[in-house]
Antibody, heavy 121, light 107 residues
């Protein structure tokens, strides 16, 4: 069974940093692209970042480009999101999600339960 | 960026009804369209991928179709567990983009 478990969320002041982690199991981690998707309170889903499994190439939403960094540790089966220069508008539940097929990058078939990030003074 | 325009934003329906949700892409996405269901406090769940392929374990009352850049999610014979919010998402190019969501409520 595929499992994705996020951690690392919390309350942080504007301008601060957090690192989210997503521990994965139940599939060949290195073979799949992974995504971070967030949801602000009462709002819809917003894609944040992707990292491919094959070559580790990355993509970012414009809203986080230059502030967030996605990475993966394949031997540890763990996905990360380093978030710097946090703003109030980054407040959201952050989900990690696995893609459906090994050569795909955007269709997400397994999601974690999410971790909450609150940016406030 | 590809804009995904989803409608309606909410719909009231009764158990047994047929519900149709539409999503329009601002440009060609070559069938790279997914539908997700989300219940309050829960993560999204993949229902349909590649516009019309049913994800494993999803009831057959859910179906997807496409016509050009217009995509449709149909729920036949709505069940109590189907009351939720539904999102479309294009998986064609980055940035990945979602529709605004459709909340299916009990009439």
């Amino acid at each position: 069974e595929v499992q994705l478990v996020e951690s690392g969320g919390g309350l942080v002041q504007p301008g601060g940093s957090l690192r989210l982690s997503c521990a994965a199991s139940g599939f060949t981690f290195s073979s799949y692209a992974l995504n971070w998707v967030r949801q602000a309170p009462g709002k819809g889903l917003e894609w944040v970042s992707s990292i491919r499994g094959s070559d580790g190439s990355t993509s970012y939403a414009d809203s986080v480009k230059g502030r967030f960094t996605i990475s993966r540790d394949n031997p540890k089966n763990t996905l990360y999101l380093q978030m710097n220069s946090l703003r109030a508008e980054d407040t959201a539940v952050y989900y990690c999600a696995k893609v459906l097929r090994t050569n795909w990058w955007g269709t997400m078939d397994a999601w974690g339960k999410g971790t909450t990030v609150t940016v406030s003074s | 960026d590809i804009q995904m325009t989803q409608s309606p934003s909410s719909v009231s329906a009764s158990v047994g009804d047929r519900v149709t949700i539409t999503c329009r892409a601002s440009q060609d996405i070559s069938s790279w369209l997914a539908w997700y269901q989300q219940k309050p406090g829960k993560a999204p769940k993949l229902l349909i991928y590649a516009a019309s392929s049913l994800q494993g374990g999803v009831p057959s009352r859910f179906s997807g179709s496409e016509s050009g850049t217009d995509f449709t999610l149909t729920i036949n014979s709505l069940q109590p567990e189907d009351f939720a919010t539904y999102y479309c998402q294009q998986a064609h190019i980055f940035p990945l983009t979602f529709g605004g969501g459709t909340k299916v409520e009990i009439k």
